[in-house]
């Protein structure tokens, strides 16, 4: 590595602290420009300035559409979180606000440039939320290498204070915005985390927001005003209340003055109100501890030390929790609100050491878990599922490949995978982390593509994904895939479909027949459409296209109507005319549906044609119709042996139409598995 600091950020909801080690190898919290050991998570838009910390705390009262706070729970999400004077800010740009604020007040102090850091993180923070900070990191100008967990970076304080310790080490982490709870092994140079569990919309806000609810009711009971509704009030009543929230760990009762448009409140909180006021939240904090025991086959006796990280665990209620649990009381040599950012600096300088090809100054190792299963989309027994691939608390860096994949349509160029994270088995429940296609398969016959793909959990906890095409041993490059379709999209049968229905209308098709295949193919238009993000075309041969796709069922009938029988069976002109109007589209399915009741003019142009409409990834479907139809010729065209469909006469048309339309209402656009 270059020259320069290293330093170790905990980013928190509410306050964040950054540490580094000094030159006895010790850890240090390096204090802010204002003097304070932790600095508040929130900012401020002032004019041409941005300020960071107290100030900005301060000022939400006076200018609350100007400041910024808890931007912490927003993190992974799409699009901006704030707009100041035109301009949007999402969660990244803000996070790295307050890190510049943490690395330039570090610089000071230390007296010398802040190149690199390691970031801590929730355990439970999924893959989007991750990347996100990932991304603040590098916004702020610093290198980020490495995230690690919160818990886990506090375990590693811990372990580092007590060099002797050993056994099973529970660590309960209630921040201001995120709860997580890990149980480590702590051996002799090594910490081993066992499993972890958590909630991201859990935490110190939480507790505020059930007084601060009780407090505005309280206040609209007698004044029939509701200071909610009002965002300068709001800040100044979570003020005050999250001053109350603190100072009932120390004292049993404390008053609350507030006031809103010259009318004033003051009511007295005991410490048993705010308990019972949060008492399903202790519950919810309980719940997911006694999970990660069971997740670790521990009884809380086996467990040596619980260690209480972030601020919200000060609070009398959650300790006493603990203590029934585990009948000791937790370990409370090290602060709550310092101890992630030790574990952070001590983290950052043993990565700066193995960098540099230098002894690291503490020699103590730290082996993490994934907090959350990765799996893929399959469909399955007519619904979407979670295949799981690697398992929750598994050790990172971890990776699983399945060889199992190969080509279904002739000439199929790509492969499609939608990746999401999370226990449960239907994928909507999951975080759903994208929509991954994979490119530059060489064309070949449908099943001779044979495919692999690794699936990979990186040692900060983020997913990596990689396909190999097993002919020829290349690694395919892959891409997010374009277009808007969602996976509930997929779910609800809400994808895009754009269906060519190709009619024959030869002479042959003359009187009852033509009559029967416009009431068919009418019929399967109204089937069709009665599904969202459907449109039908019309492409007659001889006739040449009818309509567009469309949605609209007058275009249609119209077109329907205008089928003609005359001349010849010009197939393949149909099926050139089709995929001219069907051109691929990211996120849109094809499905060319073809009707006749004879044998094509020109075989050959009408196979080559079939074969570049299954080759560019749409599906063909064929339906013969009458004595006169050669099946296996039709049977050659489809998609599959399945998409080949025989009326033996047309007046049996309209049932078939109905049931392709009800089988293409089924559709799911994903792999089954």
């Known amino acids: 590595m270059s ?30 420009a204002e003097g304070d050991r932790i600095t508040p998570s929130v900012v401020l838009f002032e004019d041409n300035d941005i300020i960071v910390g107290n100030y900005a705390k301060q000022a939400a009262v006076v200018y609350p559409e100007q ?17 100041y004077r035109g301009r949007q800010w999402s969660a990244p740009a803000i996070s790295s606000l307050i890190l510049q604020k943490l690395k330039h007040d570090a610089e000071q102090r230390l007296g010398e440039r802040i190149e690199a850091a390691v970031i801590t993180v929730p355990a439970y923070f999924n893959d989007l939320q991750r990347r996100a900070t990932l991304q603040a990191g590098e916004m702020a100008g610093l290198r980020v290498l490495k995230l690690i967990n919160e818990p886990t970076a506090a375990a ?31 051996s002799a140079g090594e910490i081993n985390v066992v499993a972890t569990g958590g909630d991201n919309l859990l935490g110190g806000k939480d507790f505020d927001d059930r007084l601060i609810r009780f407090v505005a009711q309280s206040f609209e009971e007698k004044h029939g005003l509701d200071p909610l509704k009002d965002l300068a009030a709001t800040h100044d009543i979570r003020q005050k209340c999250v001053s109350a929230k603190i100072s009932l760990t120390r004292r049993p009762r404390v ?100 960098l540099s090809g230098e002894a690291p100054p503490v020699d103590i190792q730290t082996h993490d878990v994934t907090s959350h299963s990765l799996g893929m989309v399959v469909y399955r027994d007519g619904k979407l599922h979670n295949s799981r691939i690697i398992n929750r608390n598994t050790r990172i860096p971890a990776e699983r490949t399945r060889d199992d994949y190969a080509s279904t349509h002739d000439g199929q160029t790509t492969i499609d995978l939608w990746l999401v994270q ?15 296609e994979f490119y530059g398969i060489p064309a070949r016959e449908a099943g001779q593509s ?20 097993l002919v020829s041993g290349n690694v395919l490059p892959h891409r997010l895939a374009a277009g808007q379709v969602t996976l509930e999209d997929l779910a609800y049968n809400r994808a895009p479909m754009q269906i060519a229905l190709i009619m024959d209308c030869s002479g042959s098709m003359y009187g009852q027949n033509i009559e029967d295949a416009r009431r068919a193919a009418r019929t399967f238009a109204e089937l069709a459409l009665a599904q969202p993000n459907r449109q039908v075309a019309v492409i007659a041969f001889p006739g040449g296209v009818k309509t567009a796709p469309t949605s609209d069922l007058r275009r249609l009938g119209a077109a329907f109507e205008s089928l003609s029988p005359i001349g010849s069976t010009p197939m393949s002109e149909g099926l050139q005319d089709a995929r001219n109007l069907l ?53 050659s065209l489809a998609s599959q042996a399945s998409d080949f469909h025989f009326c033996g006469e047309s007046l049996q048309l309209e049932g078939t139409f109905i049931n392709l339309a009800t089988e293409l209402a089924g559709s799911a656009g994903v792999g089954s598995g």
Not at 68 to 81: C, L, N, T
Not at 166 to 178: A, E, K, N, S
Not at 272 to 277: I, K, V
Not at 422 to 436: A, I, K, R, T, Y
Request: hydrophobic share 40%.
């Open 583 to 635: 051109r691929p589209r990211a996120g849109v399915q094809r499905v060319f549906v073809i009707m006749t009741d004879g044998h094509p003019d020109d075989p050959d142009g009408t196979l080559a044609e079939a074969h570049r409409i299954r080759t560019s990834g749409a599906r063909l479907i064929t339906v013969g119709v009458g004595e006169e139809v050669k099946q296996d010729f039709l049977r």
């Open 156 to 186: 590693f304080a811990y372990g580092l204070a007590n060099p002797t310790k050993t056994g099973r080490v529970l660590v309960f982490d209630l921040g201001g915005g995120t709860f997580d709870v890990t149980i480590c092994e702590l």
């Open 450 to 469: 044979r495919l692999s793909v690794t699936y990979r959990y990186n040692a900060n906890g983020i997913v990596e994904v990689e396909a190999m095409d």
């Open 422 to 436: 999370g226990e449960q088995d239907n994928p909507l429940d999951c975080s759903v982390l994208g929509h991954f």
């Open 3 to 32: 020259s320069g600091a290293v330093v170790g950020i905990d980013l928190g909801t509410t306050f964040s602290a950054v540490a580094y080690v000094n030159r006895h190898g010790q850890a240090e919290i390096l204090p802010n």
């Open 255 to 354: 008053n609350i003055f507030t006031d809103f448009q010259s009318r004033v409140l003051r009511i007295a909180i005991g410490r048993e109100d705010f308990e019972r006021l949060t008492q399903d939240l202790v519950d919810r904090c309980e719940k997911i501890t006694r999970d990660v025991l069971n997740d670790a086959r521990s009884r809380p006796e086996d467990i040596d030390v619980v260690l209480l990280s972030g601020g919200s665990t000060r609070m009398p209620m959650v300790r006493r929790m603990l203590e029934r649990i585990f009948r000791r009381p937790p370990q409370s040599d090290i602060s709550p609100d310092e101890a992630v950012a030790l574990g952070a600096a001590l983290t950052a300088a043993v990565e700066a050491a193995r």
């Open 67 to 83: 400041v910024v706070e808890f931007v912490k729970r927003h993190m992974g999400e799409d699009g901006p979180v704030f707009s």
